[in-house]
């Protein structure tokens, strides 16, 4: 999907090449693209562990209640990196997404219209991050302590 979306941003942002020219470099930044984030992407699942592969994971997250019957060790270590993933984006987006908008915007003024829809994006992935990473926070938090109580109830009825 990364390579993909990349190869249409870059075949599109330089029409001074020719179309041979940008099928070629569109095809090269897409493929390292896509590989890059894939390679990250699947790092951070893996560090989530079996519990963060479940399709109720996030689920569960975005209403902030656990399930009944899961394995308490694991949803707290997929619990735990969720939440040190989202601590991070509470000064990780704005350090990311603020300078991208603004080259966005420098490029579109400077001669590439295109790209104020790349400062829209931006702007619009910047304002979901801030909105969903509190509600995350807090969700993990509660989750977290429900698991506490589940694991302390467990132990006082051995």
């Keep these: 999907m990364f390579a993909v979306g990349w190869f249409g941003v870059t075949f599109i942002t330089i029409p001074e090449l020719t179309i041979g020219g940008r099928a070629v470099a569109s095809a090269l930044t897409g493929a390292v693209f896509g590989l890059v984030m894939g390679l990250i992407l699947g790092r951070q699942r893996r560090q989530y562990g079996r519990a963060g592969s479940r399709t109720d994971f996030a689920r569960a997250v975005r209403r902030g209640t656990v399930p009944?019957?899961?394995?308490?060790?694991?949803?707290?270590?997929a619990l735990l990196r969720r939440q040190k993933e989202y601590r991070t984006l509470r000064w990780t987006a704005p350090l990311l997404y603020l300078p991208m908008t603004a080259l966005s915007i420098w490029l579109a003024v400077t001669g590439q219209p295109l790209f104020w829809f790349g400062a829209a994006f931006f702007i619009a992935v910047l304002i979901f991050t801030v909105g969903v990473t509190p509600r995350t926070l807090r969700n993990t938090d509660a989750m977290l302590t429900e698991l506490d109580g589940r694991e302390h109830a467990a132990r006082a009825s051995q």
């Design 68 to 77: 009944p019957d899961v394995n308490t060790t694991e949803w707290r270590q």
